[in-house]
């Protein structure tokens, strides 16, 4: 069955600093991948997608996410954060075909 | 906003009573589906309506109950829950459940059972 790992559970930082969230997935087919934010107190809401095509993806807020199929691996990065973008943060697989499997989360806090 | 809505969005039940969440989408998309929150687990995919016909229970318990009357809405049944019941209920929707999709998502029933 698919399953969707984010490892970490929790980081802490500072604003400015670089952000990369781990996202690995069970799933050898074709892939859809995605990734989903849950500001406090709001609905999940996309952040960026990947369904074919250039392996780095670009999504909303200055936040890009990578495709390395040799990893199972969709991690999402951000350069500069800033806290606003303090929230959590999930990962979302669906295989063609099947529903979607959702990871755990990482929720982020970004110290002002 | 994303054109997903859910009422209410808080409720407190007893184990004993019957109540029914809602869920109505004006995205014209023709799949709708219920998830369950809760904290520090993956979200849970309880059932997937397509085109109003159920194609997904993934092993949820009978006192749960969907009802799709039509491709907007869809209502979750509840009756007899535990307290490990209490979560944050998410419906979603999305164009077509067997192509490639992205789901938009409602603000969530936040269900407390006492």
């Known amino acids: 069955a698919q399953s969707v790992s984010q490892h970490n559970h929790h980081v802490i930082l500072s604003e400015a600093a670089s952000l990369e969230l781990g996202c690995n997935y069970s799933y050898g087919g074709t892939v859809n991948l995605f990734w989903y934010v849950q500001y406090p107190g709001q609905h999940l809401q996309l952040l960026l997608k990947y369904f074919s095509g250039d392996p780095l993806v670009k999504g909303i807020k200055g936040f890009e996410a990578e495709f390395i199929k040799s990893k199972f691996s969709f991690n999402l990065r951000k350069p500069s954060v800033q806290w606003s973008d303090t929230a959590e943060y999930f990962c979302a697989v669906n295989a063609v075909n099947n529903d979607m499997r959702f990871g755990a989360g990482t929720r982020l806090t970004v110290k002002p | 906003e994303t054109g997903v809505t859910q009422t209410p969005r808080h409720l407190v039940m007893g184990m004993t009573n019957k109540k029914s969440l809602k869920c109505e989408q004006h995205l014209g998309h023709n799949a709708m589906y219920w998830y369950k929150q809760s904290a520090k687990k993956p979200l849970e995919l309880m059932f997937v309506y397509n085109f109003k016909e159920q194609t997904e229970n993934n092993s949820v318990p009978s006192r749960f109950s969907p009802e799709c009357p039509n491709s907007s809405h869809l209502f979750l049944h509840l009756h007899t829950l535990q307290p490990e019941d209490s979560a944050l209920y998410l419906c979603?929707?999305?164009?077509?459940?067997?192509?490639?999709?992205?789901?938009?998502f409602g603000p969530g029933t936040r269900l407390t059972v006492t």
């Open positions: 979603a929707s999305s164009q077509d459940r067997n192509r490639p999709y992205e789901q938009y």
